[in-house]
């Protein structure tokens, strides 16, 4: 192992240890994820888990939608600081996980309050009412520009809107020319300059942007 490998990992151990715990029901979602998944690393885990639960208690949304729903992990993060009669909307259009994750939903105490879309995020985003006071995207990177303006469209002013894995890997600030990377690196270079909204990237994981609507 490599020594910044094997500091990553210190670190994030470190993390995970003087945060929040991961609650029970999260810890079995991502045991199954890591035992039945091929690509289990898409699920937030538990150090972006509770931020994405600290910044949904700030906001207390009424309305949350999440591009992206994969084995439902974030979900229940971010349902986490739903208001009283508070919905989350997450969409993702992998039929074959539906049944596990709509399990996983049914059995959680958000289980009134979880609406899970399954079919493409480009056709069914535009679909769904606003407004949102939070907005978590984490789909197909090549979307991003549209899911963010969707979003921005759709979120009440002052609402939040999440972006992930900006950073990939670390390449957007390398000279990697892969179409991916320029792609991500673009749509950075644009949200920087979008007087539309208040923004930062945090540097967790794979980078989350943040961008609060004006
Ligand atoms: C990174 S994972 C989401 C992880 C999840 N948000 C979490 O943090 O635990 C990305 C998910 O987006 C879904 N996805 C990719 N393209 C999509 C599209 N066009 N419409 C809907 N879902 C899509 C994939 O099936 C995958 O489950």
Not at 55 to 65: A, D, F, G
Not at 143 to 171: F, Q, T
Request: with cysteine.
């Amino acid at each position: 192992m490599q020594a910044m490998d094997m500091f990553d990992d210190l670190l994030t151990s470190y993390l995970e240890k003087t945060c929040d715990v991961e609650p029970a029901w999260l810890q079995h979602i991502h045991r199954e994820t890591y035992i039945k998944e091929t690509r289990p690393h898409m699920l937030s885990g538990h150090y972006q888990g509770r931020l994405l639960a600290f910044l949904s208690k700030l906001v207390s949304p009424h309305r949350i939608l999440e591009v992206g729903t994969f084995t439902g992990y974030a979900t229940l993060c971010l349902a986490e600081g739903l208001a009283e009669g508070g919905e989350i909307h997450t969409i993702d259009n992998n039929v074959e996980l539906e049944e596990r994750v709509r399990g996983y939903f049914e059995s959680s105490e958000w289980s009134h309050s979880i609406h899970y879309h399954i079919g493409d995020a480009v056709t069914l985003v535009p679909q769904l009412e606003g407004p949102f006071d939070l907005v978590f995207i984490d789909a197909d990177k090549k979307n991003n520009g549209l899911y963010y303006e969707l979003a921005l469209e759709k979120s009440r002013r002052g609402g939040l809107i999440l972006i992930d894995n900006v950073l990939w890997k670390g390449k957007v600030v390398g000279d990697a020319h892969d179409a991916q990377t320029q792609q991500i690196a673009a749509l950075n270079k644009q949200l920087g300059a979008d007087d539309r909204v208040d923004k930062l990237i945090l540097p967790i994981r794979d980078g989350v942007y943040l961008l609060r609507k004006r």
